[in-house]
């Protein structure tokens, strides 16, 4: 998606292990979300970022941590991996300044916990 | 707790007809309810949104009703195509909390 980035794309891991996803985007937005998606859940919110070094908790954050050293990037960190963190993980950004609310969201990493 | 409640889970619908997708909603600090569209492999992309103060948008064949009182939403493809195949999920955000909720998803397939 433009101006949206993440990465890797897919990434298998195992039980107990350290996991970073990547979210880089280019339109200098403010607000930056991770979010996981499962089958009957819908999306659900993680973590979120206001700004740089300005994040909170969402829905679903336990065992997970974020950081935002610079505008364009978001990181997910899973800080050891489980099984019931296999799923899609979508980084979404919003542009303050729209009147829409509108999020654009990345293609998606899909993490597998083996 | 699912704020924001979606329904069918999956929809099968003959080409040219309708396909109608609903949401209920609690919380009355929701100011924005769009709608996204999901094909596989990609990510939810905006497909029309609307403001509580308006109780219909049509874009093309997309129109979203909105029912205030009721606190429902519902999404209406009129003359589905089988492009239009994908997840198709109802959503709502709150100014205050500057947080989407999405609810959990329908699965449209348009058969030829």
């Known amino acids: 998606d433009a101006g949206i980035t993440q990465s890797p794309r897919h990434k298998v891991t195992e039980t107990g292990t350290p996991v970073t996803l990547r979210c880089h985007q280019t339109?200098?937005?403010?607000?930056m979300y991770w979010y996981r998606q499962d089958p009957g859940h819908g999306l659900r919110l993680i973590h979120y970022?206001?700004?740089?070094?300005?994040?909170d908790k969402g829905e679903v954050s336990d065992g997970y941590s974020v950081s935002r050293s610079k505008t364009e990037d978001f990181l997910l960190t899973l800080e050891s991996a489980t099984s019931s963190q296999t799923s899609v993980y979508f980084c979404?950004?919003?542009?303050?300044?729209?009147?829409?609310?509108?999020?654009?969201f990345g293609s998606g990493t899909r993490l597998t916990v083996v | 707790q699912q704020q924001v409640k979606q329904s069918p889970q999956s929809l099968i619908v003959q080409k040219g007809g309708i396909s109608i997708i609903n949401c209920a909603y609690e919380?009355?600090?929701?100011?924005?309810f769009p709608w996204y569209q999901q094909f596989p492999g990609k990510g939810p992309a905006l497909l029309i949104a609307?403001?509580?103060?308006?109780s219909e948008k049509k874009e093309g064949r997309f129109t979203i009703s909105f029912n205030k009182s009721a606190k429902q939403f519902s999404l209406h493809i009129m003359d589905s195509q089988p492009g239009d195949s994908a997840t198709y999920f109802c959503?709502?955000?709150?100014?205050?909390?500057?947080?989407?909720?999405f609810g959990s998803g329908t699965q449209l397939t348009v058969l030829p």
């Open positions: 959503a709502a955000f709150s100014g205050s909390a500057r947080q989407l909720t």
């Open positions: 970022s206001y700004g740089v070094k300005d994040t």
């Open positions: 609307i403001r509580p103060d308006v």
């Open positions: 919380n009355t600090a929701f100011d924005y």
């Open positions: 979404a950004i919003r542009d303050r300044d729209t009147s829409n609310y509108g999020y654009t």
């Open positions: 339109e200098n937005h403010r607000y």
